[in-house]
């Protein structure tokens, strides 16, 4: 009788191919024990097709919501320099001449095209890297470094802008509709604190706005307790705010004011155990369906340093975990308008709110 070798030998040489670690994985792979062989469902289930009216994504025919929006943290443009965010559809720059003001322009020089990002800032005015036209803070060529006279074209698009809560915002439209809310305390007798969360949402900012008015999404997913009164609810032509009392799962009890301006910003003014506390979000509008989220917490100062910043920072950890409930649904999600019920009546009017909202986009032919 023939003597067996001790190795098997291979069914192929293609088996040499294999990396040896992915052999390994593979060998490592459960052997089914009892496979199922059924069929579950004979025949496709068709729901009735959903009529509800959809709202307007941002840049459907070219347009957005005219809202305030954060390009950015204030820290992020020192003064002197230029910085380069997308917005929009397109590009702009913040930039900060020698008086500290920041300001927000397209970023394409009108000249060749060249991105005012690359270039500097000189005194009160821009510089383009390319051929060193200089323009100031109304967005007008005001020097060309050959002497040449500046084209009366020669302009950049100036956003209406605005410095607060460590954020740089810019509004899409050619004048502010709405205010961006303040905190009810002096910003001196407040501790506050803005961050850039560190990953961009992928929807519209609109799309987490609907929160707000989401009662049932407020009672089941974050799991707080109160009574809806559809009479406290206070819309305005760019806003909406409501009061409500109630408490945490955990027992702990609170106040809220909340709110939703334009289509880019969370309000929230709170009472936590009795201590007072702001929050908002604004969010950024990267591009069509891509946010930025910010966030910006502020507590009243006591005079105890300490105490305070320990309590800033159990408001911001408590913010960041609600919002982080969200968060992984917000990723995965494909939002639409459907199937409401009598709960859904305040995000019903919601809709409708988005959907009668301005919309418009004055820098197109600069900023792309």
Same mark, same amino acid.
């Given at each position: ?24 994985? *593979? ?83 009108p000249h ?54 460590g954020l ?105 155990d009795g ?9 950024? *509008? ?25 309590? *800033? ?56």
């Amino acid at each position: 009788m023939a003597k067996q070798n001790d190795e098997q030998p291979a069914t192929s040489t293609a088996i040499d191919a294999v990396p040896p670690e992915l052999a390994e994985r *593979l060998r490592a792979l459960p052997v089914l024990a009892s496979p199922v062989d059924h069929m579950e469902q004979k025949r496709a289930i068709v729901p009735a097709a959903r009529r509800a009216e959809p709202v307007p994504a941002e840049g459907a025919d070219g347009l957005f919501t005219q809202s305030w929006f954060p390009i950015c943290l204030a820290t992020e443009v020192a003064t002197g320099s230029i910085q380069g965010f997308d917005f929009l559809d397109g590009r702009v720059v913040v930039w900060r001449g020698e008086d500290g003001r920041a300001h927000v322009t397209s970023a394409f020089c009108p000249h060749l095209g060249a991105s005012l990002e690359a270039g500097d800032v000189v005194g009160q005015r821009v510089r383009c890297a390319f051929h060193h036209w200089e323009y100031g803070t109304d967005g007008r060529c005001a020097k060309t470094a050959i002497g040449d006279t500046p084209p009366p074209s020669a302009c950049l698009f100036v956003f209406p802008s605005m410095e607060r809560y460590g954020l740089i915002w810019a509004f899409n439209g050619i004048e502010p509709l709405y205010a961006v809310p303040r905190f009810p305390l002096a910003a001196e007798k407040m501790l506050i604190k803005t961050i850039a969360l560190p990953d961009l949402m992928p929807v519209d900012p609109w799309v987490q706005c609907c929160n707000t008015p989401d009662i049932q999404h407020i009672k089941t997913l974050h799991r707080i307790h109160f009574d809806e009164d559809a009479s406290n609810m206070q819309w305005r032509d760019h806003s909406l705010m409501y009061e409500f009392e109630g408490f945490f799962d955990s027992g702990t009890a609170a106040s809220w004011q909340v709110g939703v301006f334009g289509t880019s910003l969370y309000y929230q003014s709170a009472y936590l155990d009795g201590r007072w506390f702001g929050f908002m979000v604004p969010m950024g *509008l990267v591009r069509p369906g891509m946010t930025r989220n910010y966030m910006v917490l502020a507590v009243e100062k006591t005079g105890d340093t300490a105490a305070d910043r320990e309590f *800033l920072e159990q408001c911001l950890l408590t913010e960041v975990g609600i919002v982080g409930e969200d968060t992984h649904i917000m990723t995965s999600m494909r939002f639409r308008p459907g199937t409401l019920t009598r709960s859904d009546r305040t995000l019903g009017h919601y809709f409708k709110f988005l959907r009668d909202y301005p919309r418009a986009h004055p820098s197109a032919a600069f900023i792309t």
